[in-house]
C-alpha cells in the first residue's frame, strides 16, 4: 500500500522560508512522477512544482524562483523548499505520486503566511 505523508507545515511571516517534506512508503520515488500541489480556500487545487518520470522539475509561474522542489532516494522522500513567502502562498500542501497507474495523495500540511 502506497502512503504519503507530508510534514514541515506552520505559520511563517511573509519573506520567511519552510520546507516541506513528503514521506513515501510501499513505493520507490525515483521511480515514479511526484508532485506538490496546493488548495487554498475556495479555490481549486493546483500544482506547485512537479518531478517527472524522467526526473526534470517543473513549477507554477507564481513560484518559480521561489520554491524548488527535491528528493532524497535513500530517505524515499520528496522536499520543497519555499523562501520569500507570501500571504497567497497560504494554503494546504499537498504531495502526490502515481505508481503502478494508480494515483495516490497525501494528506496535506497547513501552510499560512501572515504576520
Known amino acids: 500500500q502506497v502512503q504519503l505523508v507530508e510534514s514541515g507545515g506552520g505559520l511563517v511571516q511573509p519573506g520567511g522560508s519552510l520546507r516541506l517534506s513528503c514521506a513515501a512508503s510501499?513505493?520507490?520515488?525515483?521511480?515514479?512522477?511526484m508532485g506538490w500541489y496546493r488548495q487554498a480556500p475556495g479555490k481549486q487545487r493546483e500544482l506547485v512544482a512537479g518531478?517527472?518520470?524522467?526526473?526534470?522539475?517543473n513549477y507554477a509561474d507564481s513560484v518559480k524562483g521561489r520554491f524548488s522542489i527535491s528528493e532524497d532516494n535513500a530517505k524515499n522522500t520528496v522536499y520543497l523548499q519555499m523562501n520569500s513567502l507570501k500571504p497567497e502562498d497560504t494554503a494546504v500542501y499537498y504531495c502526490?505520486?502515481?505508481?503502478?497507474?494508480?494515483?495516490?495523495w497525501g494528506q496535506g500540511t497547513q501552510v499560512t503566511v501572515s504576520s
Open positions: 510501499g513505493t520507490i520515488i525515483r521511480l515514479n512522477p
Open positions: 502526490d505520486t502515481w505508481s503502478l497507474g494508480r494515483h495516490y
Open positions: 518531478i517527472s518520470s524522467g526526473r526534470t522539475t
